[in-house]
């Protein structure tokens, strides 16, 4: 099976532009799971979806959100960017949300 | 704040010899899971540990899990230059949040 993509894979942008990042999720998994991880605050969990339906969210404001599709794959957005939204941002999906989870290369996104 | 704290930060060790690292977490967990993450990479699935198992094995990896401490452990044995990466504790609890440990940077010297 093809593993989890995640397009682009780097991506420039300045403050208060917005962004939307896209992950394709191993085939047949349907929750989609997406990771903000920096240096000083590591690998933390933005949101999950699963069957189009957002189920799970972390502690991040109102800017970040995202949506799935039908075929599953998933976008997220940024919106009014920061210069601390500047991270990589990890994609991951599996069969169910608490299960393994396979990881995309990233995107990795530079605010300036 | 995240669920998962792991000690050393940083393990420097030769070739051949065993690395173990330590992950503590706060709440009640359903499972608790290891990733390796090369160089600023996607993170790969290393092993999954239930919280009714104590111990589990795969390869050279040897995980074990106290949940009355609430910690777990990851030993690598026989370690491999290709093993340099950072090592990263997942736990899910019963309010279905995933959170991840500060990770240990692990460096493997040839």
């Known amino acids: 099976k093809a593993g989890v993509t995640q397009t682009p894979r780097y991506l420039i942008k300045t403050r208060g532009q917005q962004v939307t990042l896209s992950c394709s999720p191993i085939?047949?998994?349907?929750?989609v799971s997406w990771y903000q991880q920096t240096p000083g605050q590591g690998l933390q969990f933005l949101f999950e979806?699963?069957?189009?339906?957002?189920?799970n969210k972390g502690n991040f404001p109102g800017r970040f959100s995202g949506r799935q599709f039908s075929n599953s794959r998933s976008e997220m957005n940024v919106s009014t960017l920061e210069l601390g939204d500047s991270a990589l941002y990890l994609c991951a999906s599996s069969l169910k949300f608490q299960e393994t989870q396979y990881f995309g290369p990233g995107t990795r996104l530079l605010v300036l | 704040s995240q669920q998962g704290e792991e000690d050393p930060q940083a393990l420097s060790i030769q070739e051949g010899e065993n690395a173990t690292m330590n992950c503590s977490y706060k709440?009640?967990?359903?499972?608790l899971q290891w990733y390796r993450q090369n160089s600023g990479r996607g993170l790969v699935h290393l092993i999954l540990?239930?919280?009714?198992?104590r111990e589990k094995h795969s390869g050279r990896l040897r995980v074990t899990l106290d949940t009355s401490k609430k910690s777990s452990s990851l030993l690598i044995t026989a370690s491999r230059a290709a093993d340099t990466a950072s090592y990263f504790c997942?736990?899910?609890?019963?309010?279905?949040?995933?959170?991840f440990g500060t990770g240990t940077s692990l460096t493997v010297i040839p």
């Open positions: 540990i239930r919280s009714n198992e």
């Open positions: 997942a736990t899910t609890n019963t309010g279905n949040q995933f959170y």
């Open positions: 085939s047949g998994h349907r929750s």
């Open positions: 979806y699963f069957s189009e339906t957002q189920r």
């Open positions: 709440t009640s967990i359903n499972n």
